[in-house]
């Protein structure tokens, strides 16, 4: 694929043209860019889902704080309460949320990350690709399939809008990684284009005007519960599109609705920490004792 895909409904439609799934096209688009084999593009994206899966692995087993003291173990508390009492909605949920906390404690930690599409949205795309694949035995290169659909996700939208908090708040990081985790879940679960797009839509138009408003300055609260939240969110989204329930607000109108949202939003709540939750009473008294322990 030479010709560059700026909108979903171009993908849709050069994806009917050439008889090929999103991750075909864009694994050779990033062959013909990079001039190297596909093969090679595909044990690039293997490495960043080793790597997705060894944070997972090491925020399971570790409890450290982060160097503000405020984050850390949430992950080991919620394994405590789901060896004692079964999580409502099942073992897939229990570990979706556990591989949640488990990736974005390790980003606090300053441990070995994937930003998929950033760093304080790093947990929602490997937790939920990771927990369905082993609960439903996917193989590895069906793994790497939806890893590079993410990644064309993320692309796409990211030709209207930049993926950062200080940009467009909160819905331009962990919104795009729902809607990344809900395309990749749809292309897992054998989806069609179609589907994928409108879970896409389904996922981001569900979280626009969502604001970057961390405490301290710091990518610790909320976003660390945030990245939880969302990876269950984008299961939802994938959920109903896989049903064929669809977006009546074509997906790159969303993309467009959440470029405007970005650019009213108040820059006092995007990365500033100058408002929102990151000026509550109690935040201002946690960046005081960040502040003194620095």
């Not at 994806?15 to 084999?37: M, P």
């Not at 079964?86 to 073992?91: D, S, T, V």
């Not at 610790?220 to 959920?239: D, M, Q, Y």
Request: aromatic share 4%; net charge neutral; hydrophobic share 45%.
């Amino acid at each position: 694929m030479k010709k560059n895909i700026s909108t979903f409904n171009e993908l849709l439609s050069t994806c009917g043209q050439q008889n090929k799934r999103t991750y075909e096209l864009f694994q050779e688009k990033e062959a013909f860019l990079l001039d190297i084999e596909i093969e090679k593009v595909r044990s690039k994206v293997k490495k960043s889902l080793d790597a997705m899966k060894e944070a997972i692995h090491i925020g399971l087993s570790s409890n450290e704080k982060s160097i503000s003291k405020q984050c850390g173990d949430d992950c080991e508390k919620l394994q405590k309460r789901y060896k004692a009492n079964e999580p409502l909605f099942g073992k897939l949920f229990k570990k979706i949320t556990a591989y949640a906390l488990a990736t974005i404690e390790e980003n606090l930690r300053m441990g070995k990350i994937v930003a998929c599409p950033t760093a304080g949205s790093c947990a929602i795309v490997p937790s939920v690709l990771v927990a369905i694949s082993e609960e439903l035995n996917i193989s590895e290169d069906e793994q790497i399939n939806a890893l590079i659909t993410a990644g064309a996700i993320g692309s796409i939208v990211q030709n209207k809008v930049a993926l950062a908090g200080a940009i467009a708040g909160c819905q331009a990081e962990c919104g795009v990684a729902a809607a990344m985790s809900a395309g990749a879940l749809v292309q897992i679960l054998g989806g069609s284009e179609k589907q994928m797009v409108h879970a896409v839509a389904l996922a981001l138009k569900n979280i626009l005007g969502l604001t970057c408003d961390p405490v301290a300055g710091l990518v610790e609260i909320p976003c660390v519960k945030r990245n939880v939240f969302l990876a269950i969110h984008s299961v939802t989204a994938a959920e109903l599109a896989l049903a064929d329930i669809e977006s009546k607000i074509p997906t790159d109108e969303v993309v467009d609705a959440l470029c405007q949202t970005g650019q009213l939003m108040s820059p006092m709540l995007k990365e500033s920490s100058q408002a929102g939750l990151a000026k509550t009473k109690t935040a201002l008294k946690i960046e005081q004792r960040v502040l003194n322990n620095i």
